[in-house]
């Protein structure tokens, strides 16, 4: 496709739950990066893959939270045992490699996950 | 560790009046600099970026920004503002001395209203 996307765009689920996000970068984007974004606290940076490097995980804010990139193209992130805190909307952007240019990321629309 | 600081969470302005929107940042090294714009229920769109060259960038939208090293800052700049400027905007860096590719770190966002 033309541009990152994501899904679901939205997804309700039950504490104590497993949910799925799902990522299909721009084609061609080596890199790729999750996001979430909470009323108030910004964009927080959860995990960054690149090429075929061991992935970024450092912003993951617990042992719950997981991502793989499949192929170097779609990406799936996982949250175990949700929590309400969990609620947010989880973005996805893409780019070329940080050494070549542009490199300015591609966001997707993002994922509205709600625990309740 | 890089990060950005927007000191405001909110600027008001009216229409045809000139806006600033602050951004100062933190890095080891030379920074790679970005603004986003977020409007009411959209993703992330790319506004402008600063690699090297002229202190004054300009990007989409009329607006432009300028880098100042000696300030650590990149304000968000436009000359006259349109109501349809109100949106959420983020202000984000990179350090250019980490190539293997360090993710790019948001600051909390500035919400921009312009009042006609």
């Known amino acids: 496709g033309a541009g990152v996307s994501q899904s679901p765009s939205n997804k309700v689920t039950e504490k104590g739950k497993d949910v799925e996000l799902r990522c299909d970068p721009i084609?061609?984007?080596?890199?790729l990066y999750w996001y979430r974004q909470s009323l108030g606290q910004g964009l927080e940076f959860l995990i960054y893959?690149?090429?075929?490097?061991?992935?970024?995980k450092s912003g993951l804010p617990s042992d719950r939270f997981s991502a793989e990139r499949t192929g170097g193209s779609v990406s799936t992130l996982t949250i175990q045992r949700t929590q309400q805190e969990d609620s947010a909307v989880y973005l996805c952007?893409?780019?070329?490699?940080?050494?070549?240019?542009?490199?300015?990321?591609?966001f997707g629309e993002g994922s509205r996950l709600t625990v309740l | 560790a890089q990060s950005v600081a927007q000191p405001e969470d909110q600027v008001n302005v009216a229409e045809g009046n000139p806006l600033t929107v602050k951004c100062t940042y933190s890095?080891?090294?030379?920074?790679?600099l970005f603004w986003y714009v977020q409007y009411p229920n959209r993703g992330l769109q790319f506004l402008l970026k600063?690699?090297?060259?002229?202190?004054l960038v300009k990007g989409s939208y009329g607006f432009e920004a300028e880098f100042n090293k000696s300030q650590t800052s990149f304000h968000l700049k436009k000359p006259s503002a349109l109501v349809s400027d109100s949106a959420l905007y983020f202000c984000?860096?990179?350090?250019?001395?980490?190539?293997?590719?360090?993710?790019?770190?948001f600051g909390k966002g500035t919400t921009l209203s312009v009042s006609s």
């Open positions: 893959f690149q090429g075929n490097s061991a992935p970024d």
């Open positions: 600063y690699i090297t060259g002229d202190n």
């Open positions: 952007a893409s780019s070329t490699p940080p050494g070549s240019f542009p490199g300015e990321l591609f």
């Open positions: 984000a860096v990179r350090d250019l001395s980490n190539q293997a590719g360090t993710a790019l770190i």
């Open positions: 890095v080891s090294g030379n920074p790679y």
């Open positions: 084609s061609g984007h080596t890199a």
